[in-house]
């Protein structure tokens, strides 16, 4: 997406993921998954502590997508991808896909969200196509899936795959609706992906998003009971209570959390400590950490978090 973004593409970072990821199983019990995407209309912007979104400056590369909508007014115009780009791109989906393999990553997720490129062929908003990768949602669909079998293909039968949706162009009948969203997973689950990871918007900026605590849940929750399909939800879920409430009441398999962890890397660790659960593991070093911790939320003392 930047010039800042992580990637998949190149040995350097299949050596510095290896790092990272051997470095945390030999620490800690912990799973990693490895999200792979292509940044499509949304390419060549700024990091995201700049102008987000926004062209670079300078040294600006060119971009595919599904149709010729550029992302807004200053973006540059994608080309539409042809048969040897699609066909280009899904090997390169594909050797993403084993470089995490190769790196010991436990699960994969296919970002299929947020107006990148597998969720320009999604959204009607973006794609404009009168080939058979246009017009019916099964035609929208059909890249993308073909996408997520070619990864499937090579990544082991025993670790699961995700892919992260936008649930919601929040554009009303003229994008894809929560009730769209739903045929969406059916069209996953049928393809044979383990979960569905539900988010929403970001594909459009006509998009008119209602925000508020855990707003994108009842979109997992209406997907988890109509299809019967595992989700994940995630977005704006901030305390432990909202996490279990959520697994309780069967809205969603995982909770997602990320600016919750962006503040505090420690989140579920303390959360788990407040809620009186000596068993999580923490790091060995950090162990006399915990001690304290566990003892002091016995006392109702000493973590911030409300549980
Ligand atoms: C700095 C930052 C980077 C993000 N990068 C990604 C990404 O690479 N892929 C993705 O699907 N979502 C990404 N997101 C969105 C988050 O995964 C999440 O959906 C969003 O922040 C809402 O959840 P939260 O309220 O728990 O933060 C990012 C969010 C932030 C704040």
Redesign the pocket.
Known sequence: ITPGCPGFYAPEHEAAWKRIVDFVHAETPAKMCA?I?HSGPKGSTQL?WEEMDAPLTSGNWSLMAASDVAWSESNQVPKPMTRADMDQVTAQFVASAEMAERAGFDMLEL?C??GYLLSSFITPLTNTRTDEYGGSLENRMRYPLEVFHAVRAVWPDAKPISV?ISANDWVGDDGVTPEEAVEIARMLQDAGVDICDV?AGQTSKRAEPVYGRMFQTPFSDRIRNETGMATMA?????EPDHVNSILMAGRADLV?????H?ANPYWTLHAAAALGDAETKWPNPYGPGADQMRRLAERGEGVSMRV
Not at 256 to 260: G, K, N, V
């Open positions: 999200q995407g995201g970002h969200a947020h992260r988010s995630v977005g704006n879920i901030y997602c959390l990320a600016r919750p962006l």
